[in-house]
DNA sequence: CTTATATTTCGCCATATGGCGAATCGTAAG
DNA sequence: CTTACGATTCGCCATATGGCGAAATATAAG
């Protein structure tokens, strides 16, 4: 990120301005997930998640992949920016100690445990 | 910054947020300055900046000094958590090298150049 | 004590942001 | 082709944010 513009420099801080964000991105940083298991996670709703993702991804902190319908989210970490993992390892160092990032953690591996389709089946066809 | 809130984490980062914040930022790192100067290089009102310069100190980013009438800024460097150390640094190296900021480098040798009574008056009795 | 002045606070406005539900899109399955 | 469904886009609302000028604060100077 060294010799940007400072406009873009701020895309990525104002990626992480966001609690919801900083948690999507350090589950994120420990698994691949699809928007369904991050609405679950975040108790969002799918419409508001999708933009976080939007986001995060605009400013290059995660990458996608579609496999049939499913979107599965990740963060960046193939041929991406030195600069850029330094920014995920610090969102890391500085977070994911914290309660909240502890909890989500926990919860999170609930929701791996049971396959995307049936989470999405109790989310009432939210999504 | 390790182990902290995430609410902590974001002040932070939402401070960075800010383009304006982010080239006063770069600027306090180079040098300690008092609002009419950061006002003279930003070409905002005194009120903005002096919100500004709240933010940046909540952050943790800043600290301020006061002389007579004047207030001096500066980067946060005097007994300051190593996390802050490293945002700071973080901050310098992707942004100081852009155009902008190298532009704002520039005109701060102006700024510098003249005492801030002077520059007061230049500005109209506005602050 | 009064005046001048650097900064901050306050009140206001315009725009940006985060949230939701409804509608749309894209793809898998009947 | 039609249906089902995960994700996204759109339209809307409430709140947050960044900007300014005016008023208030604090301190130096007369």
């Known amino acids: ?6 406009d873009e420099f701020t895309a990525v801080t104002k990626a992480l301005g966001d609690p919801n964000r900083v ?3 350090l589950a994120l940083l420990q698994k691949e997930l699809c928007v369904c298991q991050v609405v679950e996670l975040l ?24 496999e049939g319908r499913w979107v599965y989210y990740r963060a960046a ?3 991406v920016p030195e600069e850029v993992k330094e920014v995920l390892e610090w ?22 445990s049971m396959d995307p389709e049936q989470l999405c089946q109790l989310q009432g066809n939210r999504c």
Request: hydrophobic share 35%; net charge positive; with cysteine.
């Open 1 to 6: 990120m060294a010799n940007r513009k400072i």
């Open 23 to 25: 948690r999507a991105l």
């Open 43 to 66: 108790g969002l709703a799918p419409s508001t998640v999708s933009k976080h993702m939007a986001v995060l991804k605009q400013a290059g902190l995660v990458e996608s992949r579609k």
């Open 77 to 79: 970490a193939d041929e």
């Open 91 to 112: 969102v890391s160092n500085c977070c994911s100690g914290s309660r909240e990032a502890q909890e989500d953690s926990r919860n999170l591996e609930g929701i791996l």
